[in-house]
């Protein structure tokens, strides 16, 4: 039965609870939480006592008398604090008010009635006036005892905690004083908000309020990558900090966040000096906070962007005070414009001077040029006095009225104000014009170049120029953490290098899940240079047609899983990889609002690859790619828990694994699109049973011309500056794509074909002379193989449809029996076509490439 009225009642401030039913033998009586264990567990209240010791894994205490001096108090009254705000309205409107979060911080409230009532008691008020939360103050006059008169009455609190993360101090915000005293601190102040910096802390910012440094930490996108510290106001960097900041051993800069007035930037300059002068080797940079704004203000009048914003804005403070000191007339001028002119630095604030007025344009202004809709702040310069509204400039009425409604509060003349706003609408019209309308041709590109420096550039060309090249990039690509798959990884990597030529080159990842091939993907991915990768996991219908035109100009796609996509963008992605680029016609809305028809087109080249569990996908998509199949033999799987067992072990540094993959980026930096010829083009044939032979022929001698680039360095060059394909990069394009040359003739897919030759090696030990007509159930495959439910399915189903197995008999209750029926010679088929090839190369060995292209 469902009872809609619990008896039960927990009250969250006092940790009571209290049983409403006549029926329950503990009805009229408060229950604290040993009491609740002990008639819960129908024990004595010593048993409670242990059970619940045994439940928190540490010592009880009671809830307002400590057992400890000092830190103890400090942290039980801190927790009735926290608990205060859930029962305080004003604390909560309060701490609204200031834009924070009491569920996400650690805030409490003091309406200093701690010590009245049934709490007050001499072992609470003891500890409460030696660390200053009490004084005595005069007789109580009702019953004649000693009175005592609470610290920083009506505040909000913060705790400040020492390098054990133990609450050693607090401090008091005042809710009701902003014109007096309104910080507050306990006597000894000792502690940190909100506490030491964690050991691995690279980057810091020091906040001049505590309510500042919770108002960042708020902020997942700042916590995330920024470790936060408050000083206690401008005269507030203590020894403390300075301990703290000295113990962060990979500390690499430290950011000043102090608030936009006079007092916080000479703070800046003496804090900055100091830390300069024990930390040399750490960078230091200062936010620029509007005038007469901190970052709790920010956060009140600001999306949460703002801060994102300002920290890719942070400028280095010493490299900013030593440009050319400003004439003495400029000095004045520092912080606010010259009377006349707009300022821009900060986008989202806006600010324009008058003799008597600024004017600031909050938020920024809109792109659509048929408005101009402003949030705007008047300021008086003499008062400080502060008029806001929200309109239109475009609309005079509207700029009628608000001069009217401000002139009337500000006391200022209203045909002023009128010149003052159509003056602004005019500087609006050119600073869009200039800065927010220009063209944004392949910005959206994120090129961003990485320039290599002399070390960097000379180890990499003398790997270049060195001999067994291939085979000592093999070498690195297996140091830098890629197991086996020794023809796999170089192969992906060749593919994916050829995203700098005009001809590029895509491999499509085939394996079971749980194969390892997203990892190998995405560590190939890793060794090259990543400002020219493009990593997705979920491509949407149009999301390909929507990036900018240029984005995609020489760069590698990646996509982890090729069989989510929808039809739509399948199509998308194959057409880029074809063509090269995608055109389409769409409606296009104008900057100044209006719709028409127009053509969107992204332009490549790309080189790609993606991955899939699917045995058959799309056969245009097979045909343009090259097929590659991970290697899911116990061997391999024998490799890699032996190297997983080695990094959890500690003998495989990660660090160097990473400085191999930098390096491998540093190769394919130094390598030059050059174009390439190729004089045995023609005298080297594919096997002419191989699918879809022409579009592979093509891919073939794209790979070549890749092995002769990677080898430019010591490749020759004819009299137009191409280089000249050697023999022995046809030998190297064979050994490398032979696997994938085989797939395309086998009618098997690479998974489908490796799961055959396991099952017929199975067959051949388990039946030996018999194995050809032997009978066997799915059941005696999965035990066999070792291979899941779904994979043996999967794979029988598409045998079958292949007529290479039979289903014999059974009954779908107790299952079927299942026969190979085609024993096709699998090593015969690939001996075959290396024979082939081999063939070939080696009557090419006879001729020279000089008498080659002269006889061509």
Same mark, same amino acid.
């Given at each position: 039965m469902m009872i809609k009225t619990p008896s039960l009642q927990v009250y969250y401030k006092t940790h009571t609870c209290y049983c409403f039913s006549s029926n329950c033998k503990t009805h009229g009586k408060a229950l604290d939480v040993i009491d609740f264990v002990m008639h819960k567990e129908s024990c004595s209240k010593h048993e409670a006592i242990e059970k619940c010791k045994q439940l928190i894994g540490a010592p009880v205490y009671q809830t307002y008398v400590p057992s400890l001096p000092g830190m103890s108090i400090l942290g039980n009254m801190f927790t009735y604090f926290r608990n205060v705000v859930h029962n305080s309205k004003p604390a909560r409107e309060y701490i609204q008010s200031r834009g924070l979060d009491a569920t996400r911080l650690e805030i409490g409230y003091n309406t200093a009635q701690f010590h009245h009532g049934n709490r007050k008691d001499e072992s609470l008020i003891r500890p409460c006036v030696e660390v200053g939360l009490l004084s005595p103050w005069g007789t109580n006059t009702r019953e004649g005892g000693q009175a005592y008169k609470p610290f920083a009455k009506y505040c909000i609190v913060f705790a400040l905690r020492d390098h054990s993360n133990q609450v050693s101090g607090l401090y008091f915000r005042s809710t009701i004083n902003d014109d007096e005293q309104k910080h507050f601190y306990l006597k000894d102040r000792r502690g940190l908000y909100p506490g030491y910096p964690t050991p691995e802390t690279q980057r810091l910012i020091l906040t001049e309020a505590i309510i500042d440094a919770a108002t960042l930490l708020q902020q997942s996108a700042i916590t995330k990558d920024y470790s936060v510290l408050s000083c206690y106001g401008t005269n507030g960097f203590t020894q403390e900090h300075q301990h703290a900041i000295k113990s962060l051993s990979g500390l690499q800069e430290i950011i000043f966040a102090f608030?936009?007035?006079?007092?916080?930037? *000479?703070?800046?300059?003496?804090?900055?000096?100091?830390?300069?002068?024990?930390?040399?080797?750490?960078?230091?940079?200062?936010?620029?906070? =509007?005038? %007469?704004?901190?970052?709790?203000?920010?956060?009140?009048?600001?999306?949460?962007?703002?801060?994102?914003?300002l920290l890719s804005e942070r400028k280095d403070f010493f490299l900013s005070s030593e440009k050319v000191t400003p004439e003495p007339a400029m000095v004045a001028t520092e912080k606010r414009p010259l009377p006349g002119g707009l300022d821009a630095t900060n986008p989202y604030k806006l600010c324009y001077s008058t003799e008597r007025v600024f004017y600031y344009v909050q938020g920024g202004i809109s792109k659509q040029l048929d408005s101009m809709k402003v949030t705007l702040v008047v300021e008086r310069k003499d008062n400080s006095q502060k008029s806001r509204n929200k309109l239109d400039l475009y609309e005079d009425k509207q700029v009628e009225k608000v001069s009217r409604e401000v002139s009337e509060k500000l006391l200022l003349d209203k045909s002023l104000l009128e010149w003052d706003l159509y003056r602004l609408t005019d500087l609006l019209d050119e600073y869009r014009e200039k800065e927010l309308i220009k063209p944004v041709e392949g910005s959206g590109a994120a090129t961003g170049v990485y320039l290599l420096t002399l070390q960097e550039r000379t180890a990499a060309e003398t790997f270049l120029k060195g001999s067994d090249l291939i085979k000592r990039l093999n070498e690195l690509l297996g140091d830098a953490g890629i197991v086996g798959e020794e023809m796999n990884?170089?192969?992906?990597?060749? +593919?994916? #290098?050829?995203?700098?030529? $005009?001809?590029?080159?895509?491999?499509? #990842?085939?394996?079971?899940?749980?194969?390892?091939?997203?990892?190998?993907? *995405?560590?190939?991915?890793?060794? +090259? $240079?990543?400002?020219?990768? &493009? !990593?997705?996991? @979920?491509?949407? /219908? !149009?999301?390909?047609?929507?990036? =900018?035109?240029h984005y995609f100009i020489n760069r590698l796609l990646c996509l982890e899983d090729i069989d989510g996509l929808s039809e739509e963008a399948e199509f998308a992605f194959r057409e880029l990889q074809s063509n090269g680029e995608l055109n389409s016609a769409t409606s296009i809305k104008l900057d100044n609002g209006q719709i028409t028809s127009?053509? *969107?087109?992204?332009?490549? $080249?790309?080189?790609?690859?993606?991955?899939? &569990?699917? %045995?058959?996908?799309?056969? /245009?998509?097979?045909? @343009?790619?090259?097929?590659?199949?991970?290697?899911?033999?116990?061997?391999?799987?024998?490799? #890699?828990? %032996?190297?997983?067992?080695? !990094?959890?072990?500690?003998?495989?540094?990660?660090? *160097?694994?990473? /400085?191999? !993959?930098?390096?491998?980026?540093?190769?394919v930096r130094c390598l030059q699109a050059c174009p390439v010829i190729n004089p045995y083009a023609s005298k080297l044939q594919l096997p002419p049973d191989a699918h879809k032979i022409r579009r592979l022929n093509d891919l073939f001698l794209n790979f070549v011309k890749m092995i002769t680039l990677v080898h430019q360095y010591q490749r020759k060059k004819d009299s137009k500056g191409r280089l000249i394909t050697e023999i022995s990069d046809l030998e190297t394009a064979v050994a490398i794509m032979f696997d994938s040359i085989v797939l395309k003739v086998d009618e098997l897919d690479g998974s489908l074909r490796q799961f055959l030759e396991q099952l017929k090696a199975w067959l051949r030990k388990e039946y030996r002379e018999n194995y050809k007509t032997a009978v066997f159930s799915l059941r005696e495959v999965r035990q066999g193989l070792r291979c899941s439910k779904m994979q043996v399915f999967r794979c029988f189903n598409d045998l079958r449809r292949l007529e290479y197995v039979r289903q014999q008999g059974g009954h779908a209750n107790r299952g079927f029996t299942y026969q190979v029926i085609y024993w096709d010679n699998y090593e015969a088929l690939r001996a075959r076509v290396k024979q082939h090839l081999q063939t070939q190369i080696d009557l090419l060995r006879n001729v020279t490439p000089a008498a080659l292209m002269l006889h061509q």
């Open positions: 608030d936009g007035d006079d007092a916080g930037n *000479k703070a800046v300059s003496k804090y900055a000096a100091q830390l300069r002068e024990e930390l040399p080797h750490i960078v230091i940079s200062t936010l620029n906070l =509007p005038a %007469g704004e901190d970052i709790n203000s920010m956060a009140l009048s600001h999306e949460p962007d703002i801060f994102v914003h990884r170089l192969f992906l990597l060749l +593919i994916a #290098i050829s995203y700098k030529m $005009p001809e590029t080159l895509h491999a499509l #990842i085939q394996g079971s899940s749980g194969s390892g091939k997203t990892r190998l993907l *995405k560590q190939i991915s890793d060794c +090259i $240079p990543q400002e020219k990768v &493009t !990593k997705l996991t @979920r491509v949407s /219908d !149009k999301v390909l047609y929507n990036y =900018p035109e127009g053509q *969107k087109t992204v332009k490549g $080249p790309i080189a790609s690859l993606a991955c899939t &569990t699917r %045995g058959e996908i799309y056969e /245009d998509n097979m045909s @343009r790619v090259f097929l590659l199949a991970v290697d899911e033999s116990g061997d391999q799987t024998s490799r #890699i828990i %032996g190297y997983q067992n080695s !990094k959890a072990s500690g003998e495989i540094d990660s660090k *160097k694994e990473q /400085d191999t !993959k930098q390096f491998i980026q540093n190769l």
